[in-house]
């Protein structure tokens, strides 16, 4: 009998931890198929909400908010690289050069999370293509024309997010939604919620995530739900 679980994994693009979380969680789904199935939800999540557009320096982002040294910060850039590399996710290998506000792509993928807009996981897509576009390709998340160009490579339609982009659509909703998870104690990213009750924080190995799914999954009806 195959178990669906509902899981929402809350994250912001420019979390390299979130690109690597989702690439375990992708893969321990596969180890744990087809007897356990998931419905994935992608819920926005700003590390830095007052981030400029234009974005700030990388090195000088990380000294100011975490107090490190460029020293330190390529080792954790190289110790990155190299777990995303085992999961197959490229980071590259200079990293990344600067860091941007992520508002305007959430909006994109609250659109894209619309389910009777858009079936069959294209906001996991989109979700993976924004991932790659920033760490792969060291390119801005907050710029229109890579926002659409992702839009394009994930199938949905670029007239539509065009005229996202130029308006407000969504932003109430994707602020709604960051608030919701803020005021329920997540404070970091990613956070991976399971049937809306079990809580993973951040970028587990492989068979953690196995573990877990496998767990809730034999779990009693009355357990896996509110």
């Known amino acids: 009998m195959t178990a669906t679980l509902r899981i929402d994994f809350v994250s912001d693009i420019s979390c390299p931890w979130c ?20 419905e994935l939800h992608f819920q926005p999540f700003e590390l830095n909400p007052g981030m400029p557009p234009e974005g700030q320096d990388i090195t000088e982002h990380l000294t100011q908010k975490y107090g490190t040294t460029p020293e330190q910060q390529a080792q954790a850039r190289e110790a990155i690289r190299q777990r995303g590399a085992g999961l197959g996710f490229v980071f ?40 790659g576009a920033y760490f792969t390709d060291g390119e801005s998340p907050a710029s229109h024309a890579v926002l659409l160009r992702t839009i394009a490579d994930a199938g949905l339609d670029v007239t539509r997010a065009g005229a996202i982009l130029e308006g407000n659509d969504y932003a109430d909703d994707v602020r709604q939604i960051e608030n919701l998870y803020t005021d329920a104690g ?18 587990q190995p492989v068979s953690t995530f196995v573990q877990a799914l496998r767990q809730i999954a034999a779990a009693p009806a009355d357990a896996q739900a509110n």
Do not use: M
Not at 22 to 35: I, K, T
Not at 186 to 203: D, F, K, T, Y
């Open 186 to 203: 997540i404070h970091s990213v990613p956070a991976i919620i399971i049937n809306e009750r079990h809580l993973i924080s951040g970028a």
């Open 19 to 38: 690109a690597i979380g989702l690439a375990a969680l992708e893969q321990a789904l596969a180890e744990v198929g087809p007897e356990i199935t998931a």
């Open 92 to 131: 590259r290998r200079e990293g990344r050069d600067r860091i941007y506000n992520t508002f305007d792509a959430h909006r994109l993928l609250h659109w894209a999370g619309l389910s009777s807009t858009h079936p069959g996981g294209l906001q996991h897509t989109l979700k993976k293509r924004l991932f």
